[in-house]
DNA sequence: AACAGGATGCAA
DNA sequence: TGCATCCTGTTT
């Protein structure tokens, strides 16, 4: 059962959270989430959002539930998905995923995850609910779930925006 | 522990 | 035009 817009139209924090242990399916990959980091607007320093909307950072303030993908040091995709209502930016950093097709390995940061799984700028802006092959379902029932600070950043590394699946 | 690789956005 | 950045593999 593919999550619905209410799903990701609510606190980030919260979408991240929640996230784990669900379903990330891209094309003929799929995977559980099983790390997620929550980044927000104007409140949040270490935010591509954070100074408000450029040519990058506008899909933030979108509709919920559409992918972000955006290339970090030249050379890495990382795959988001936008959160909170329209207007509000926020999006959700997935950082690892233990797939559950072939070679079933765990994909350990968000630089490795778009890599294995073809993630690239072509798909910046998709939206999860109405695509027939990349969106995210149902997964595990409850799982447990460890809060930390982020991590890969050097402001606001206060904040316990972090969520790791208890192996 | 340091750094190369090199897109993006901001300050200058 | 310069510099820092939501990363990773390779080399000290």
Same mark, same amino acid.
């Given at each position: 059962?593919?999550?619905?817009?209410?799903?990701?139209?609510r606190?980030?924090?919260?979408?991240?959270?929640?996230?784990?242990?669900?379903?990330?399916?891209?094309?003929?990959?799929?995977?559980?989430? !099983?790390?997620?980091?929550?980044?927000?607007?104007a409140?949040?320093?270490?935010?591509?959002?954070?100074?408000?909307?450029?040519?990058?950072?506008?899909?933030?303030?979108?509709?919920?539930?559409?992918?972000?993908?955006?290339?970090?040091?030249?050379?890495?995709?990382?795959?988001?998905?936008?959160?909170?209502?329209?207007?509000?930016?926020?999006?959700?950093?997935?950082?690892?995923? &233990?797939?559950?097709?072939?070679?079933?390995t765990?994909?350990?940061?968000?630089?490795?995850?778009?890599?294995?799984?073809?993630?690239?700028? &072509?798909?910046?802006?998709?939206?999860?609910?109405?695509?027939? *092959?990349?969106?995210? !379902?149902?997964?595990?029932? *409850?799982?447990?779930?460890?809060? !930390?600070?982020?991590?890969?950043?050097?402001?606001?590394?206060?904040?316990?925006?972090?969520?790791?699946?208890?192996?």
């Amino acid at each position: 059962m593919k999550l619905n817009r209410d799903f990701f139209n609510r606190n980030c924090a919260v979408v991240a959270h929640d996230l784990i242990g669900k379903k990330l399916v891209f094309g003929e990959h799929e995977g559980i989430i !099983t790390e997620t980091e929550a980044y927000r607007g104007a409140d949040d320093p270490a935010s591509h959002a954070h100074r408000g909307i450029t040519a990058r950072s506008a899909i933030m303030f979108g509709q919920p539930g559409k992918s972000y993908v955006y290339i970090i040091y030249g050379m890495y995709y990382c795959l988001n998905i936008v959160t909170e209502p329209e207007g509000e930016a926020s999006a959700v950093l997935l950082r690892g995923l &233990q797939l559950l097709t072939p070679p079933l390995t765990h994909l350990n940061g968000p630089g490795k995850l778009c890599r294995h799984l073809g993630i690239t700028k &072509q798909h910046n802006g998709i939206d999860l609910l109405s695509d027939s *092959s990349f969106y995210v !379902t149902e997964g595990i029932e *409850s799982p447990e779930v460890h809060i !930390t600070p982020r991590i890969g950043i050097k402001k606001a590394i206060d904040k316990p925006w972090r969520f790791v699946m208890a192996l």
